[in-house]
């Protein structure tokens, strides 16, 4: 085990695929030259060169394209756009051509791209460079979309992700740039679709991802020391493909169930964790699905205005300990 940030994982592990891969190649904005807008691929230009290392124009529509085609013809690339909000540019190449190209020409052809890009709020960036829009993606049939929350799953998903020959949206977080964790030193690729249960309990379960799956185990430890309260953490790791078994099964266990998420609330990933535990277990719940998501409004520029918008701690814990009082008023 290493000791090292989610950016160093990032980086060190993108190195070591490439000099394990003579097709793993690296395109996007200013990731060459300038090493990048968050330096994850900072000394690449210097050590794999030009051929494999591109500086595109700023037409995300345009090099992404390229990189499907790319990827059809037997490159693996990973493209790094600078922010997902600006993936929304490129939403025809991602949707209707990385997505379906191995279903619509019967397998054929295979897409193994990999699109790497960090979304969340909380850095004053505004409300167009803010945003957590992954359910675009996972919303789609033919895409994997995965969003590791430590330093290690960073590690074990992105090596996953290059391998794998169908196309992923790998989705990173700003605010976790600067978190440290232990990594392993074997590369070992993790599962794509298998959550992981990073906390186990038997109070109550709380669902999470990216950032708020951290956010989750601060939680949980904090209450587990206060109150005694025993919670147990499932961080979903993958949106699609959804390992709705884990969710369901730590359910059934603890009876009850809160559910976190950086975006909106309306139409979000949480609505459809709400609707799976309902629809796998519902017989076994003491308490209604509580949902913890940002404000429903595009997040303000203002410092405290966008901290009042996002999702924190202690609205985790608000909704932790009302969904344990209405399991305790039933009883």
Request: with cysteine; hydrophobic share 45%.
């Amino acid at each position: 085990m290493t000791l090292m940030t989610y950016r160093q994982a990032l980086h060190d592990t993108l190195r070591s695929e490439m000099l394990r891969d003579e097709n793993v190649v690296l395109l996007g904005e200013e990731i060459g030259v300038f090493e990048g807008s968050y330096k994850i691929t900072a000394g690449m230009l210097a050590e794999f060169g030009e051929r494999r290392v591109r500086d595109t124009p700023i037409a995300e529509e345009g090099f992404t394209g390229a990189a499907i085609g790319a990827a059809m013809l037997g490159l693996r690339p990973v493209v790094e756009i600078m922010t997902i909000n600006f993936s929304l540019l490129a939403l025809d190449q991602i949707v209707n051509h990385a997505a379906k190209i191995y279903g619509m020409f019967g397998g054929q052809a295979k897409v193994p791209l990999v699109i790497r890009t960090p979304g969340g709020g909380g850095q004053q960036l505004g409300a167009t460079h803010s945003q957590n829009i992954e359910l675009y993606y996972a919303f789609v049939p033919g895409m994997k979309v995965v969003a590791p929350s430590s330093p290690a799953d960073a590690k074990a998903l992105l090596l996953a992700a290059i391998r794998d020959d169908d196309p992923v949206l790998f989705l990173e977080n700003l605010a976790l740039y600067n978190s440290k964790g232990d990594v392993p030193d074997e590369d070992v690729p993790a599962e794509i679709g298998r959550a992981a249960v990073t906390r186990k309990g038997t109070d109550i379960t709380v669902v999470a991802y990216s950032r708020m799956a951290a956010v989750a185990l601060e939680v949980a430890e904090r209450l587990a020391e206060s109150d005694g309260i025993d919670v147990e953490v499932v961080d979903l790791r993958s949106l699609r493909p959804l390992d709705r078994e884990t969710v369901i099964a730590s359910v059934r266990k603890t009876h009850c169930a809160v559910v976190l998420e950086d975006d909106w609330l309306t139409y979000g990933i949480g609505a459809e964790i709400a609707a799976t535990i309902s629809d796998g277990a519902f017989d076994w719940l003491d308490a209604p699905v509580r949902r913890v998501a940002m404000a429903e409004v595009p997040l303000p520029y203002s410092k405290p205005l966008e901290t009042a918008a996002l999702p924190s701690a202690a609205d985790a814990e608000t909704a932790i300990r009302q969904t344990l009082l209405a399991v305790s008023r039933r009883a």
